[in-house]
């Protein structure tokens, strides 16, 4: 039998040989779970890496990129292990491992830092302790170091540019979160061995083209994530392949940035045979390509670990095991049509939204004709009267309720995207008119990634959960949920879609 190497021990409960039956199988259940690096090429892989499988004696388990790199491999030029879907679940069992994973969470967010690099100062600040104690647990519960694990994703997200798109190498360098292309090439030959040139002749991107994959574990109902989107789809904004076609979305979407707004489309065609997502980017968002990426992994929840979700979910919510829970590429978008949809249907909220987007949306040139026009900024709903929005059909309490987030939003006050404090940001959002505890859960749902989210006064869940007809029906449905913990977002989703189903 194998043995663990001890870097490979770190953060992991791996079984060597579990880990060597699944890359036989090329499991792509199993994608981003760990990586296997083979000590006779000096490469590591993803488990769905389609190379002659190597000896048993010559693998080495890792559970994160950054443990293999530390110890000296290389990333495959093949299966690419800046691909694969993220692999830190949240977890309630050690304190210790909470703060690690959180603070590996804030690290991959990079909206969670603003315009500065994320420093581990910085990093302890936001996580109420001492600078020391964020690098001894990171360490002890990770196996590397908060700057190491940064400077592994900062690598394979420049990876992934060179790989596929013709950006530039300085704006490769720069998009990387590397304060200068010296220092990029330097860190780049040092760990992979190479010079970012030769990745790029090796693999032939298409010239001029912003074409990137994204890798996800199955099972993943794609039908359900496009049929919720579907029936919430904004024209102008957004557009969703009908029933039947190619599964496809498309919107436009603008992004605020180092003082800048980009302003541009994207389209997500699902892989479902490769188990990836294949992304089409405009030319106008470039600049921030991989927040856009990290963005579009959030909205369709790509990270998801189906294995520890249906541990905990399977018996209560059978048959579901692909249900993801669809996020947003634009956290203030979601939280303005979460007031929008207060105590009506779906199909109204939709018409207000369209109507908010008809008199606020501002004109956009795209190549697709179904996409024309951008949300609403944060600042001309803040800057909008009450006659303009009750003329659209939306009643005082919502009005104020989306003037005052907008306000929040564009003056920076609130933070609507996952970098931030869930906790903070759910008590800062009830204390604004007109949002009470369903609206501010279903934005930490939705907005917040927050995946223990629990809505517990909504009227559609307490039908799905059968407690309707209880005396306090949220009483009810709370008391059901914690069962669920922490994975209450995807029970809510799932209620959800049986009820719809």
């Not at 296997?36 to 892989?45: D, E, K």
């Not at 210790?96 to 690099?117: F, H, K, N």
């Not at 959002?429 to 939705?446: F, H, N, V």
Request: contains cysteine; charged residues 20%.
């Amino acid at each position: 039998m194998a043995t663990m190497h001890p870097d490979a021990q770190h953060a992991t409960n791996l079984q060597p040989l579990a880990c060597y039956q699944a890359i036989q199988a090329r499991d792509a259940r199993f994608d981003g779970c760990f990586f296997t690096a083979v000590t006779s090429t000096g490469i590591y892989c993803r488990p769905v890496c389609k190379v002659r499988i190597p000896r048993l004696e010559n693998c080495r388990f890792y559970g994160l990129a950054a443990q293999a790199e530390r110890a000296g491999f290389r990333p495959c030029l093949r299966c690419r292990p800046e691909l694969a879907p993220g692999s830190l679940v949240w977890s309630t069992q050690d304190a210790s491992r909470v703060l690690a994973l959180q603070a590996a969470r804030l690290l991959d967010e990079p909206e969670a830092w603003g315009d500065q690099a994320p420093s581990v100062e910085q990093l302890a600040a936001r996580l109420g302790v001492s600078s020391r104690h964020v690098r001894r647990i990171f360490e002890a519960q990770l196996g590397v170091s908060p700057l190491q694990y940064l400077q592994t994703r900062r690598l394979l997200t420049a990876k992934q540019l060179l790989a596929d798109t013709a950006l530039p190498i300085s704006q490769v360098a720069l998009l990387s979160g590397f304060a200068s292309l010296r220092r990029f090439n330097a860190a780049f030959a040092q760990h992979y061995g190479l010079n970012p040139t030769a990745l790029r002749r090796a693999s032939v991107p298409p010239s001029g083209a912003l074409v990137v994959k994204l890798g996800y574990r199955p099972p993943y109902d794609v039908a359900a994530m496009l049929g919720f989107f579907r029936t919430r789809v904004m024209h102008g904004i957004e557009w969703v392949a009908p029933e039947g076609q190619p599964p496809e979305l498309a919107r436009t979407l603008q992004i605020h940035s180092a003082g800048q707004v980009h302003t541009g489309w994207l389209s997500a065609r699902f892989d479902e045979a490769a188990s990836q997502v294949v992304v089409t980017v405009s030319d106008s968002l470039r600049m921030v390509l991989p927040l856009v990426i990290r963005r579009l992994r959030a909205a369709l929840d790509l990270d998801a670990d189906p294995k520890a979700i249906n541990a905990t979910l399977e018996a209560a919510f059978p048959g579901c095991a692909g249900i993801r829970v669809p996020g947003s590429l634009d956290g203030y978008e979601v939280a303005v049509r979460a007031v929008l949809g207060q105590q009506i249907t779906v199909a109204a909220a939709r018409t207000l939204a369209q109507r908010l987007v008809t008199r606020f949306g501002e004109p956009i040139q795209t190549p697709w004709p179904q996409l024309t026009h951008l949300f609403p900024a944060p600042a001309v709903l803040a800057r909008a009267e009450g006659d303009a929005l009750g003329q659209l059909g939306i009643v005082k309490q919502r009005q104020a309720a989306i003037v005052a987030i907008a306000s929040a939003v564009a003056g920076q006050r609130i933070a609507l995207h996952g970098g931030a404090d869930v906790h903070a940001t759910v008590a800062a959002l009830k204390e604004l008119p007109g949002i009470g505890d369903w609206t501010a859960q279903y934005i930490a749902m939705r907005a917040l990634r927050w995946p223990d989210a629990f809505p517990a006064g909504d009227v559609a869940l307490h039908k799905a959960l059968g407690v309707q007809q209880d005396k306090h029906p949220d009483r009810a449905a709370e008391a059901a949920s914690q069962a669920w913990r922490p994975w209450r977002s995807y029970a809510v989703v799932r209620a959800w879609h049986g009820l719809s189903a």
